[in-house]
């Protein structure tokens, strides 16, 4: 069974940071490219950051310069580190492994974690 656990989400305020973590398994994860997205509500899901199975990235650019994404193959962890959050970086961040070609678009994903909420208030 595939499972992709995100964890991290927290509410805090603008300019802080927080680091979001996701645990995989189900998968060989270290030959899938990851991704991270997010949606507001009321929102199209969007995609925020990519990372291949060679660790380039790939990321929106809404967040360029703020955020890193980064893998962690020995334990099948994908994370994301937000910095100088902003009140629009508000919304639930989800986990995905990409299916097919390593693109950071909805319909390339072949597996979805569960959400991790994150909230920023000004």
């Known amino acids: 069974q595939v499972q992709l656990a995100e964890s991290g989400g927290a509410a805090v305020q603008a300019g802080e940071s927080l680091n979001l973590s996701c645990v995989v398994s189900?998968?060989?994860?270290?030959?899938?490219?990851m991704a991270w997205f997010r949606q507001a509500p009321g929102d199209q899901r969007e995609g925020v950051a990519l990372?291949?199975?060679?660790?380039?990235?790939t990321y929106a650019d809404s967040i360029k310069g703020r955020f890193t994404v980064s893998r962690d193959n020995a334990k099948n962890t994908l994370f994301l580190q937000m910095d100088i959050l902003k009140p629009e970086d508000t919304g639930m961040y989800y986990c995905?492994?990409?299916?097919?070609?390593?693109?950071?678009?909805?319909?390339?994903?072949?597996?979805w974690g569960q959400g991790t909420q994150v909230t920023v208030s000004s």
């Open positions: 990372i291949d199975t060679n660790s380039i990235t």
């Open positions: 995905a492994a990409v299916g097919g070609r390593c693109l950071l678009s909805s319909s390339s994903t072949a597996y």
């Open positions: 189900g998968i060989p994860f270290s030959f899938y490219c």
